[in-house]
């Protein structure tokens, strides 16, 4: 019983940060909606290297970071004492300059 109360906690945990980085997204999604288009290009350009355009169409896109990367910088909570700039940061200021 002990087991499955934990296993329990585990996932009712799991849930909600799915929810959180879900409802983040769903933030950031809105807001590129309402950038002028100068604004979307800036945000594009802080998260794409490179696009690739092959035969038939095909693109290759390269990110400046990898998922992994991406959700260990911007959906998990700050160390105390350690402040960076997170990307609703950077895209508020987008919206501001469009």
């Given amino acids: 019983?002990?087991?499955?109360?934990?296993?329990?906690?585990?996932?009712?945990?799991?849930?909600?940060?799915?929810?959180?980085?879900?409802?983040?997204?769903m933030n950031w999604a809105e807001l590129y909606d309402?950038?002028?288009?100068?604004?979307?290009?800036?945000?594009?350009?802080q998260f794409v290297k490179a696009v690739h355009v092959k035969r038939g169409y095909e693109l290759d896109i390269e990110f400046n970071v990898s998922f992994e990367e991406f959700q260990s910088l911007y959906l998990e909570p700050e160390e105390?004492?350690?402040k960076r700039k997170r990307a609703g940061e950077?895209?508020?200021l987008a919206e501001c300059i469009g």
């Avoid at 309402?34 to 350009?45: D, L």
């Fill in 80 to 82: 105390k004492g350690r």
């Fill in 90 to 92: 950077i895209l508020a």
């Fill in 1 to 25: 019983m002990q087991t499955a109360e934990l296993e329990l906690r585990e996932a009712v945990s799991g849930v909600e940060q799915v929810k959180k980085e879900y409802t983040q997204l």
């Fill in 34 to 45: 309402n950038c002028t288009f100068e604004a979307k290009k800036m945000i594009v350009a």
